[in-house]
Every structure is written in C-alpha cells, then in structure tokens.
C-alpha cells in the first residue's frame, strides 16, 4: 500500500506543479500566445530556488519522529505533500485573483446575475459631466441595447474585468459582435447634437 500511495503523492505534487506554471503563463487558459512568450521569458532560477526552498522545508519536518519510520522513508512522503500544498495555495490564489473571486463583483456573480435577467455593466473612473439631456438619451440607448450601466468607483479590479467581459459576452449573443461600434457612434451623434443645442442658446444669449 505504501509504495502506490507514493507514487500517487508524487505524480499529483508533479501534476500540480506543471499545471499551476501553465495556468500563470497563460493568464489562466485564456492567452496561449502570453503562455509562449512567458515561457520563452521563463525565470529558471527563481524557480530552482523556490524547488530548492521546499526541498529544504521537507527535510526539516522529516525529522520529526513518526513511529518508527526512518528518515528517508518520512522525506520520500513529506516532501510531494509539501509541494501539494504549496502549488495548491499558489493555484488557489492565482484563480481567485484572475477570477476575483474575493471581491464584490466577479465572473461568477455576472452569470448569477445573468441568469437573473440583471444585466449591466460596470462603469469605473471619473463621471463625466453631461447634460440631463445627454443622461436621459444614454438610459434610453442603454436600455435599448438592454443594459444598465452602474458607477463603482475609480479603481479598476480583476473582478470588475471578469464581470464586464461576462456581461459584453452575453450582450455580444443578444445584440451582435459589433453592438459597441453602434452603440458608441450613436452616443457621439447624441452628444454632437447636445453641442450643438449648448452654442445655439448660447448664440441667442449673445
């Protein structure tokens, strides 16, 4: 039983190891192209010394005395555990940063709220001063593409990006691929328009 058991605890620590490299190279599956050139970028020695690191932390807690286990039996189980942890701490956190699981708003509160028929989009940054009237057109543009925008604040998340792009997914499936070019172009004909109105009254004024 013990040596399947430690086969085992070693091809998962190698498994874990080799898949949380390839999920951080290529931004969590999503950019094969940043997986090359960060491979290509590949620090070696960090990564010796983080190997090195654990290597070192396997042999300290080997010598904790166990039964009656000799020391080298204790390593040869000890130390693929001790990558397992460390490479799934690492991995949980790589995810959860991508996916800003720990956050407000996050890839996985867009589907909920998609599957909810709340759809909108979160708008990040200064709020630009615009005219009741440009504000009443921009609600009824939105509204038209069916969408809502919502201000939260000027920093922008890992978590806000997960759940805009959710939401501009889904909105892609309702309103087409380009429903951004049009839904801009017609927010700049709305605000040329609203320029237009201001210097006209402010020509009937003079």
């Known amino acids: 039983m013990k040596k399947p058991l430690k086969l085992i605890l070693i091809v998962a620590a190698a498994l874990l190891f080799f898949l949380e490299l390839v999920l951080e190279f290529s931004n969590v599956g999503q950019d094969w192209n940043l997986f090359l050139m960060n491979l290509r970028r590949f620090d070696f ?20 005395k166990y039964k009656k286990w000799a020391y080298r039996t204790k390593l040869t189980y000890i130390m693929p ?16 940063y991508y996916y800003g699981l720990s956050e407000d708003y996050n890839y996985f509160r867009a589907r909920r709220d998609i599957s909810y028929g709340k759809i909108q989009l979160l708008a990040v940054g200064l709020l630009v001063d ?13 509204q038209a593409f069916g969408f809502k925008t919502i201000p ?20 892609v499936s309702k309103n087409g691929k380009d429903w951004q070019q049009t839904f801009y172009r017609k927010m700049d004909s709305i605000r040329s328009i609203d320029e237009k109105r201001k210097a ?7």
């Open 130 to 142: 615009e005219s009741i009237e440009v504000q009443k057109a921009r609600d009824s543009l939105c």
């Open 45 to 64: 020695k960090y990564t010796l010394v983080v190997i090195c690191v654990l290597i070192c932390a396997s042999s300290f807690l080997a010598l904790i």
């Open 200 to 206: 006209s009254a402010a020509n009937k004024v003079w």
């Open 152 to 171: 939260v604040g000027c920093i922008r998340t890992e978590g806000i990006e997960r759940y805009n792009e959710t939401m501009e997914d889904f909105l």
């Open 81 to 96: 555990i001790v990558f397992i942890i460390f490479t799934s701490y690492h991995l949980a956190g790589l995810v959860d």
